[in-house]
Nanobody, 131 residues
């Protein structure tokens, strides 16, 4: 059974940091890249980052560059999203998703911030940032 388990969310004060984890199981981790998405109340889901060890890339939405860092631990089948200098507008449910790797050369970064490449989705973890 394919599972993507996002965790690490919580209530934090603005300016603090948080690290989210996405633990994957049930598929060949090395064959997939992992995207992070978030959905704030009343808003559409938006992609914030993508990492593919196979393609050797990480990609970020401009809105989070410099504050968000995604990394992968293939030995643990886990991808992380480090969020620094949290802002109230970062409040959202954060989801991780898996997309087949190896195709980045045919597409570009913004493609992987959309939902269409993704085969599997996790259940989300809530991040609430207080001002």
């Amino acid at each position: 059974e394919v599972q993507l388990q996002a965790s690490g969310g919580g209530l934090v004060q603005a300016g603090k940091s948080l690290r989210l984890s996405c633990a994957a199981s049930g598929f060949t981790f090395d064959d997939y890249g992992i995207g992070w998405f978030r959905q704030a109340p009343g808003k559409e889901r938006e992609g914030v980052s993508y990492i593919s060890e196979r393609d050797g890339i990480t990609y970020y939405d401009d809105s989070v560059k410099g504050r968000f860092t995604t990394s992968s631990d293939n030995a643990k089948n886990t991808v992380y999203l480090q969020i620094n200098s949290l802002k109230p507008e970062d409040t959202a449910v954060y989801y991780c998703a898996a997309a087949r790797a190896g195709f980045y050369k045919y597409y570009n970064g913004p493609y992987y911030l959309g939902t269409s490449p993704y085969d599997y989705w996790g259940q989300g973890t809530l991040v609430t940032v207080s001002s």
